[in-house]
């Protein structure tokens, strides 16, 4: 994307003649090998300062690099006194996260026994007018990559996951729609998400594998069938598809719990799925 090349280079100029900046670091999927780029993928930019708290303060180094749409600003105190953030979305389309550092606090996190894991998945200095970075660690790109779960953390995501539907059950019943997606919604990200990211790296022997945030290369890595299966979770508007949706979660749960469960060795929690299941159909069928 060149015109987001073109403000890199714009902000590198920038810094590189203001004598406040002492380092600049860019971080995230422009300089992680394992993560997909594409024209909408943002500029995470490190700033370290002499003095952060002239630039937490004032917003118009911001409009240097173009006229901001939006712009969201988190102080020190969110990072327990570690950093500041400026997330701006400009109106050429770039959104720039402008991580502010005071210099002494970004020393401490250099001193550090391993690197943070905003750098862990990957760094490039691009300033470094005080040497800061030359002992700084590789990154090694493992707080990214997908662990192989114990029984237990196993046990407790299944366990989990059948108490949870049974809230969108109630929900649905009552014609609830708000809640039923809530639930439905923490039950994808805490539960389908995890189970879906364990069934992927068996298949590639737990060896350096990561999906990216969220599930973004499910898709990548899934059969075409098992793809579809995972689109059909996905819900409309009406009470009628968010049942749909829900027993396509369940069975697509139960398929990828007994495979891994078998796989790693683990008792499967048939009893609690068949009990689950049997108040899904007794519930719907109230008149």
Not at 8 to 24: C, F, G, Y
Not at 87 to 100: A, G, P, Q, S
Not at 177 to 193: C, E, H, N, P
Not at 203 to 225: A, D, Q, S
Request: aromatic content about 14%; some cysteine; hydrophobic content about 40%.
């Amino acid at each position: 994307m060149a015109v987001r090349e073109e403000k890199l280079k714009q902000i590198i100029s920038w810094a590189e003649n203001n004598p406040d900046i002492r380092t600049v670091l860019l971080t995230s999927s422009l300089v992680n090998p394992y993560a997909p780029v594409d024209d909408f993928s943002d500029l995470d930019i490190e700033l370290v300062f002499e003095n952060m708290k002239d630039y937490e303060a004032d917003r118009k180094w911001i409009d240097l690099f173009g006229e901001p749409i939006s712009m969201l600003e988190e102080d020190e105190t969110y990072f327990d006194g570690k950093h500041a953030m400026k997330m701006v979305l400009y109106t050429d389309h770039v959104k720039v996260d402008f991580k502010l550092y005071q210099k002494s606090e970004f020393e401490k996190e250099i001193q550090e026994e391993s690197l943070p894991d905003d750098w862990d998945v990957g760094y490039k200095v691009l300033i470094d007018k005080d040497h800061l970075t030359e002992n700084m660690k590789l990154p090694t790109y493992q707080s990214i990559m997908i662990k192989q779960p114990t029984e237990k953390k196993f046990r407790q995501l299944m366990n989990d996951f059948w108490w949870d539907t049974t809230y969108v059950v109630k929900c649905l019943k009552r014609e609830d729609l708000f809640y039923a997606q809530f639930m439905s919604g923490g039950i994808r990200t805490d539960y389908l998400v995890p189970l879906i990211e364990w069934y992927i790296a068996s298949n590639h022997n737990w060896e350096n594998i990561t999906t990216n945030k969220h599930g973004r290369l499910f898709k990548k890595y899934l059969p075409e069938e098992l793809w579809r299966r995972v689109e059909a979770t996905f819900s409309a508007s009406s009470i009628e598809e968010n049942w749909r949706a829900l027993y396509a979660t369940a069975d697509l749960v139960h398929e990828l719990g007994v495979i891994l469960a078998e796989n790693l060795k683990f008792e499967y929690p048939q009893k609690l799925e068949n009990d689950i299941r049997k108040y899904f159909d007794e519930v719907r069928s109230i008149p």
